[in-house]
């Protein structure tokens, strides 16, 4: 059958709802919705094992990474894991969450004029506005490196100077229980302790910001293979009861289409 563009008469949200839900099923009449629709919408992967973990659009942090509607259209189009994959998830992070119990959701909504597009110079701009100033201060003098230095070149250094052999990543999920007493963690009250070396900057933006691995700031999500694919946004992390049209969708994820752990 050929896509049909299913007509105005629906609000978009429920009209996402209703291809997303039916995506799988063999009668599901191959319903598109246009750009525009789309591009009014914004969306955001979220984890947790009970209903306080959603009650924010990203849990104790002050803003959220959301996506646009080029993303939106990646659950559309692709299996809920190749989606994951395109926005930035890893398979061992996913693993590592399932095993733990909790379950993934996709956030629904309009999109905000808040939004700031994931790029350093949009990521810079809310530390300064933001954060207070003795953290702006020391994060933006390494403005230069975040750019010109890989993840992977920085994290080296970090490995051997303050992480002392751990990951980024590592010492981030130490502290999964919302508990920061791992010391390497670097929570504001500790940032504004250290030297603020580059080092300690991208582990800052690691912790309070989530900019991972896979974040090189050219505003794209990036997946394992280096592969750019949709646009990825910043805005102020609110309770989803606070923002307009909201909605949680269920997004089934099976173990064993995960790749296998290293």
Known sequence: MANQIISDDENIIERFTKIFQSKHKSDNGENTMSEEDLDMMAGRVSQGSNEVDFEYLQKRKKFAWVMGGDGLNLFLKQSNIQALRSIGFEDRWIRRKL?????FRLGIFYRSDQRVLATWDGILSLIDQHFPKPISTKICQHADA?????FDEIETRARSTYLKGASYFDVDQMCGNGIATEPRLMTEERFLACEGTLEE???FLYNRLAAASLFDGSGFTKDSNGQLHVREYLQPSVPVCDLPGFRYLDIPIDNNDLMPND
Do not use: L, P, Y
């Open 201 to 203: 900057s991208r582990g």
């Open 146 to 150: 975040f750019k010109s230095m890989t």
């Open 99 to 103: 095993e733990a119990g909790r379950r």
